[in-house]
């Protein structure tokens, strides 16, 4: 069984953004870059689904050329092999799912298991997408999975709650934060992912037009909260709560 | 410009979320309904009495009785042939539908919008809401989710939309078989709903236990009739429930008063609970970065400052 794991470079999770002063963006020039957090469980997810018949790992990233760093992580944690397709422009998610499809259409895998949403842009979009596209059944925010020769059954974290469904592969689920925890890899992994294959393609190997379709027109800082005033003790704190309204 | 809204509902009534999506919905146009499920008829009689509505199209189907994107979006794709854009709340349904129908009609959707600004921009928050970005978009017809604490909520009396059987919901291929509901576990709770309470408790790692999660932020949280909330580190930790998570991938609130409690203020947090009125933090490290938005703090040991605090409410 094959599983490909989308995986994208973004702004560390630690990494406090800075709007840019020219209100053209987010500055991402000599920060700290990592694959997508939701994107590392997706990739744990697979490599533990090699006890349960899965025997290929293909991880792909769409971005600019560093992203092998990326490919290059998720190889060292397990994966088999990496597809990078270039593009120095950024692809929104409608591009990278079609670029997916087409990845799918080639490599036939039976699961596709993405990142609930990119911390970068939070679209949450590029795993539905894809399922659409490809026209298969979709397991979003996943808590749990179980795998079959044939089936795949998924619990989901919903807003009241959980949700189980059981989908036919091949399937396109995207993973949520409690799945599981991603391991870190060793140095010998390390090593050994360097001689890993990687593919080197383009947007226009796949004959897929990922022109934008929306135009940013400006990114802001949102309107800052400031600092309040410390209470010394309960007493102060009930007796302002109760000036609010809040206690009577 | 004609706008077809999705309808939140749990087969009884319409939820919260979808008034704010109404709303939104309004600033492009008219405003059309969609109730898909089963057995919706009082669903439906609700949706078209929401202030502002034009029509409610019915799609009553065992299909779509659990919300499933393979079934629904069809549905949406064929109803969007004579509307121009589709909102939904972005809830987990929300967010799990919108995408497969705009893949389905060729257009990048624009998640989470904070406002309208004409037909084809808008505001939406990237990086977790340490940056809004104002986005226009080419496509001809547009797929919009919408952030429920940013738009006032629709009036749920004062409407006289017509109701609609949507003529063919596939019939016997509504469901296209892709996928099964299996089950469902739905929290049971007295108390209000994250996104919709006027007053939040959430509590942290420093809670330790789910026996002192419960022993300290329910009875406070009584004492308020607040809604309850919590951390990411403390649901990690299984002191609290998922669906309790507030952040940039839990719950995004905006409260009256939100009480943070043994919450460092990560920027993941914040970005779920930073629009609230008023910020309430207790943190026994006074440098907490959860002090750079309170509106008022109290540094000491919780341990020691909630028993007190419910006691003395
Ligand atoms: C991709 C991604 C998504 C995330 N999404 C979310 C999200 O949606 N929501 C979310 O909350 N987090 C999210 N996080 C996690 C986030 O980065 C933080 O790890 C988390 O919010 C920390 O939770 P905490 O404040 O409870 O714990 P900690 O950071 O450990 O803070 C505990 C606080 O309690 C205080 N404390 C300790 N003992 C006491 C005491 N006795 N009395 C008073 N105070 C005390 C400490 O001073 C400290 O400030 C996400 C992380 C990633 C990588
Ligand atoms: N440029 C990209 N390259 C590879 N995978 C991506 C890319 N963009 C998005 N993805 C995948 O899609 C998921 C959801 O992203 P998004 O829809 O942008 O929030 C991510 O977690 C990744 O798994």
Redesign the pocket.
Known sequence: MKVLVPVKRVLD?NVKPRVKADGTGVDLANVKMSMN??DEIAVEEAIRLKDKGVTEIVVVSIGEQKSQETLRTALAMGADRAILIVSEEKVEPLGVAKLLKAIVDEEKPDLVILGKQA?DDDNNQTGQMLAGLLGVGQATFASKVDLTATNVTVTREVDGGSETEELSLPAVITVD?RLNEPRYASLPNIMKAKSKPMANKTPADYGVDVTPRLTTLKVVEPPKRSGGVKVADVDELVAKLKAMGVAK | MKTLVWVEHDGKTVKDATLAVVTAAAQLGEVHLLVAGQGVDAVAAEAAKIAGVGKVHVADDAAFAHALAENVAPLVVELMGHHDAFLAPATTHGKNIAPRVAALLDVMQISDILSVESEDTFTRPIYAGNAIATVQSKDAKKVITVRGTAFEKAATEGGSGAIEKVASTGGANADGGLSVFKGQEIAKSERPELTSAKIIVSG???LGSSEQFHALIDPLADKLGAGVGA????VDAGYAPNDY??????KIVAPEVYVAV?????I??LA?MKDSKTIIA????ED?PIFQVADLGLVG???KILPELTEKL
């Open positions: 999770y957090p939701f911390i934060l | 942290g790692r420093a951390s990411r580190a403390a998570q507030v952040g940039q991938t839990g043994g919450i460092s203020g990560a993941q947090h779920g207790i943190n026994k490290d907490a040991d919780l341990f």
